[in-house]
Each structure stands twice: as C-alpha cells, then as structure tokens.
C-alpha cells in the first residue's frame, strides 16, 4: 500500500510536485477514481467518479502522451501522464508543479507513470484496493463472477496485433464472457454468451470459461477446445447452453483458425468496407444433438479489423446504432478506445438499461512481420473529418 507513496515522495524531492495522486479507470472505461496516495484510500468510503469526456483525463488516455496545464494565473502547473502497459489503460498519474518542466522532467514523470503500471500490476493480485477504485457502483454477485472471469488487462499490444474487449452488463447480468492468451506462437481470442441471467448465467458462463480455459491450456487445438466445452454443458450445465466464437491466430505465418458455436458473425474492416464474415454456424456448447465443432479458415489481412461481439450488441434498441458506420467512423481509433465508443452508443441507445449484456472484442492485425506497437489512438473522433462512407 505504501507503493504509491514512494512514487509521490520520489517526485516531490526530484520534481517538488505537490499533490500527487494516482487515478485509476473504472470498469467501464468511462471514468477515472482518483486514489490519491495510499494513506488517502478509505475503503469504507465510495469512489468518487470523475466522468472522462472532455476532460484533460481524456485526452491524456486517448492519445497516451503527458499533457501539462497551467493553473492559477501561472502559478501551479498541472501534469497527467498516462498509467499503461501494452495497451492497457490502468489509470492516470496526476501531480502539480511550481513551474512548467523541461523535456527531462516530462520524460521522467512519463517514465514513472510507465513505471506505476508495472507496480499496480504487481501489487493487484495481492489488494482489493485498486479493485476499489475499479467500482463506481456495487457489483452484484452476478457480476463479480462475470468480472472474475475476464482476463487482468482488458487490452494488449504486441508487434503482430492490438486486441482489446469491452463489456457492459445488462441490469440484470446476461452470462457474457471474452477472453484473450498469447502463446509462444500464436494468440486465441473466445468469446461466449451463457443462456440466462443473473447468477445461474454467471455459473453456466464459470462451466464454459473454464473448460475452454483448461484445454487451451493443455494444449488442445481449437475443435477440442470446443468439445470440451460442450462436454462441461452436457455434464453439468443441467440443459442450458452457451454460445461462443474461438479463435486461434499463427504468429508464425497468419493462418487464421474460427469456431462459431451458434453466435453472431464477426464484423471486419477493410478498407473502408464493414462486412460480415458468414461463416459457417455449429450447435452452441451444450445442445444435446449429435454434432462436431468445425475448425474454419478466416480471410485477416495486413490492417483488417475484426470484431467478435455477442447478441446484445444488436437486440432491442442496440439495433437503432448504425453499427458498421460506427465502426467505420472509428477505424481511426485504437482498438481499445473504439470498443469503448462503440459500447458507449450501445448503452446510450438504451437510456443506460441492458435487457441483455453488451459485449465486443476489437482486433487489429499488424501481420507476422510487423516489429512495431501503436498506443497512439490517433485524432480526436469527435473533431475528425468523416471517412468515406461504408459500401455495405
């Protein structure tokens, strides 16, 4: 707990910052709690959300660069630095300088922030404190299983690819799960939908995230993968299903392999151009019909976009959002703060009340050779000229 303390202490002798403070994103990736340092964290206390559009918080997050302010007439500077490691967008650092710094102060409060990734990072698994932070509303039971099952970091950044995934669960928890791993030669992205609501959802979605996670783990190629989780549906899922997609990227040569176990087809951006990838459609985990999980090529080129998303992305009035426009208007964005966007207007077109979780997972595909990572998001949607229109 004292971490945070260290940072704060080490920039007020280098820097002579004064209240320095380290905000952390909520779960929603709308928002940022303000921590502070570690003797300033009540837990008996709500966080207090401090809503990110047109913030200077925003920007800082969007762009991933440290921005400075002035404030009273000159006489206090204000810094935010991003708090990020591969994509992942943790929190913000935040502190206030006498005077504006030079370039070697900014590198090194950019550095620390960099830093304090690695230290929430390694500190988590042992607090509830930045779970805290994490939630500007109580979380029902429903939902803290569902959260549990998403992966630590909601997006990554590696030389071949960016993936990132956003979930909003409906009032009452709908069973969405995502999840990502990186293998020493390829990356597999699932995601599923349990049949149901609340908690009997958020169990059948346990059963299904951990069957494919124990054959992804032993090793077993995507149709056993997929197998087992239907077999975890028959044994013990007392004859409800789940729908999902899987799929397994070669990191040596591209090749690109697609399970669909009755769920919606993924969307992909090329080009300019959004398209349904109609791919074949199996029995979801769990169907007790005789049936076997077809492992399906898929066409991903050098600068494709794809995005896996679940149902809720597209009943009630989720189907009013023009969700290839969308995406097409957002094709500019990093895949995190596009899955964010397009979640966003999901929501909105639902005055903020799910019937049905909101799900997406977003993924750019740099290709096999490619040695670079970009956590630039590129220019602001808001003020972007508008790109072509889409032809379908």
Same mark, same amino acid.
């Given at each position: 707990?004292?971490?945070?303390?260290? !940072?704060?202490?080490?920039?007020?002798?280098?820097?002579?910052?004064?209240?320095?403070?380290?905000?952390?994103?909520?779960?929603?990736?709308?928002?940022?709690?303000?921590?502070?340092?570690?003797?300033?964290?009540?837990?008996?206390?709500?966080?207090?959300? &401090?809503?990110?559009?047109?913030?200077?918080?925003?920007?800082? %997050?969007?762009?991933?660069?440290?921005?400075?302010?002035?404030?009273?007439?000159?006489?206090?500077?204000?810094?935010?630095?991003?708090?990020? /490691?591969?994509?992942?967008?943790?929190?913000?650092?935040?502190?206030?300088?006498?005077?504006?710094?030079?370039?070697?102060? $900014?590198?090194?409060?950019?550095?620390?922030?960099?830093?304090?990734?690695? %230290? !929430? &990072?390694? /500190?988590?698994?042992?607090?509830?404190?930045?779970?805290?932070?994490?939630?500007?509303?109580?979380?029902?039971?429903? @939902?803290? %299983?569902?959260?549990?099952?998403?992966?630590?970091?909601?997006?990554?950044?590696?030389?071949?690819?960016?993936?990132?995934?956003?979930?909003?669960?409906? +009032?009452?928890?709908?069973?969405?799960?995502?999840?990502?791993?990186?293998?020493?030669?390829?990356?597999?992205?699932?995601?599923?939908?349990?049949?149901?609501?609340?908690? /009997? *959802?958020?169990?059948? @979605?346990?059963?299904?995230?951990?069957?494919?996670?124990?054959?992804?783990?032993?090793?077993?190629?995507?149709?056993?993968?997929?197998?087992?989780?239907?077999?975890?549906?028959?044994?013990?899922?007392?004859?409800?299903?789940?729908?999902?997609?899987?799929?397994? &990227?070669?990191?040596?040569?591209?090749?690109?392999?697609?399970?669909?176990?009755?769920?919606?087809?993924?969307?992909?951006?090329?080009?300019?151009?959004?398209?349904?990838?109609?791919?074949?459609? +199996? $029995?979801?985990?769990?169907?007790?019909?005789?049936?076997?999980?077809?492992?399906?090529?898929?066409?991903?080129? !050098?600068?494709?976009?794809?995005? $896996?998303?679940?149902?809720?992305?597209?009943?009630?009035? @989720?189907?009013?959002?023009?969700?290839?426009?969308?995406?097409?208007?957002?094709?500019?964005?990093?895949?995190?703060? *596009?899955?964010?966007? !397009? %979640?966003?207007?999901?929501? *909105?077109? /639902?005055?903020?009340?799910?019937?049905?979780?909101?799900?997406? $997972?977003?993924?750019?595909?740099?290709?096999?050779? +490619?040695?670079?990572?970009?956590?630039?998001?590129?220019?602001?949607?808001?003020?972007?000229?508008?790109?072509?229109?889409?032809?379908?």
């Amino acid at each position: 707990m004292e971490s945070l303390d260290v !940072v704060a202490h080490m920039l007020r002798q280098r820097l002579h910052a004064t209240r320095v403070s380290f905000l952390i994103t909520d779960f929603t990736g709308a928002s940022v709690v303000r921590l502070g340092v570690a003797g300033d964290v009540e837990t008996d206390e709500p966080a207090r959300r &401090i809503d990110l559009p047109g913030t200077l918080y925003d920007e800082v %997050i969007r762009t991933q660069q440290p921005a400075t302010q002035t404030r009273g007439g000159g006489s206090t500077v204000r810094v935010v630095a991003p708090v990020t /490691n591969r994509g992942d967008a943790i929190g913000l650092l935040e502190l206030f300088l006498p005077s504006a710094p030079d370039e070697a102060a $900014m590198r090194e409060i950019g550095e620390t922030a960099h830093a304090l990734a690695y %230290i !929430v &990072i390694a /500190n988590r698994s042992y607090t509830d404190v930045y779970q805290w932070g994490r939630r500007t509303r109580p979380l029902s039971l429903a @939902a803290e %299983i569902q959260h549990r099952l998403l992966p630590s970091s909601l997006a990554c950044e590696a030389a071949q690819f960016t993936v990132a995934g956003a979930l909003e669960p409906a +009032d009452h928890v709908g069973g969405d799960t995502f999840d990502y791993v990186i293998d020493r030669d390829a990356v597999q992205l699932s995601v599923t939908d349990a049949m149901g609501h609340d908690v /009997n *959802a958020a169990l059948l @979605a346990t059963l299904a995230v951990g069957a494919l996670r124990g054959a992804r783990r032993a090793g077993a190629d995507l149709a056993e993968q997929a197998r087992q989780a239907h077999q975890a549906m028959v044994d013990h899922g007392e004859q409800r299903y789940v729908t999902g997609q899987l799929l397994r &990227i070669s990191l040596l040569d591209g090749g690109v392999e697609f399970v669909n176990a009755g769920h919606p087809w993924p969307l992909r951006l090329r080009d300019g151009k959004v398209e349904e990838l109609r791919v074949e459609v +199996d $029995m979801p985990f769990g169907f007790r019909f005789p049936h076997t999980y077809r492992v399906q090529p898929l066409d991903l080129r !050098v600068g494709d976009r794809l995005f $896996m998303l679940t149902d809720g992305m597209l009943e009630y009035h @989720a189907s009013e959002v023009d969700l290839k426009g969308l995406i097409v208007r957002t094709g500019h964005l990093h895949p995190r703060e *596009a899955a964010r966007t !397009v %979640i966003a207007k999901v929501v *909105a077109a /639902n005055d903020g009340h799910l019937q049905d979780d909101a799900t997406i $997972m977003c993924l750019d595909w740099h290709g096999v050779r +490619d040695s670079r990572r970009h956590a630039d998001t590129g220019a602001d949607l808001a003020n972007a000229s508008p790109p072509p229109a889409p032809e379908s």
